[in-house]
């Protein structure tokens, strides 16, 4: 199981930042690629970031590159998704998600994914 938990309010305002942490509680992270996904009113669930169990990517979505930044702490048995700047449109539901990987590589591919957290609520407004 992953379990996504937001570090600050949840309703931010524009320019502001909010940290995401996604932790495993069944099994350890070591292992697999992470990706972190977002689903807008609306719209389609898309990929944000993803990074590999060691040092392959990480991967971007061109609309968050240079805001957001991926990372893990594996002592710790947790990867973060830290947001800055963040914009309206950034408002939605974030979700992590795990991949059993033997290659050190990054997964673009939604279908990928074998782990989705529950997901948390972003809005940012004024």
């Known amino acids: 199981q992953l379990k996504v938990v937001e570090s600050g309010s949840h309703l931010v305002q524009p320019g502001g930042s909010l940290r995401l942490s996604c932790a495993a509680s069944?099994?350890?992270?070591?292992?697999?690629?992470i990706g972190w996904y977002r689903q807008r009113p609306g719209k389609e669930r898309e990929g944000v970031s993803c990074i590999s169990r060691r040092t392959d990517g990480p991967y971007y979505q061109k609309s968050v590159k240079g805001r957001f930044t991926i990372s893990r702490d594996n002592a710790k048995n947790t990867v973060y998704l830290r947001m800055d700047s963040l914009k309206p449109e950034d408002t939605a539901v974030y979700y992590c998600a795990a991949v059993l990987s033997v290659l050190d590589r990054v997964y673009r591919i939604r279908d990928s994914y074998s782990y989705w957290g529950q997901g948390t609520q972003v809005s940012v407004s004024s």
């Open positions: 069944a099994f350890s992270l070591d292992d697999y690629a």
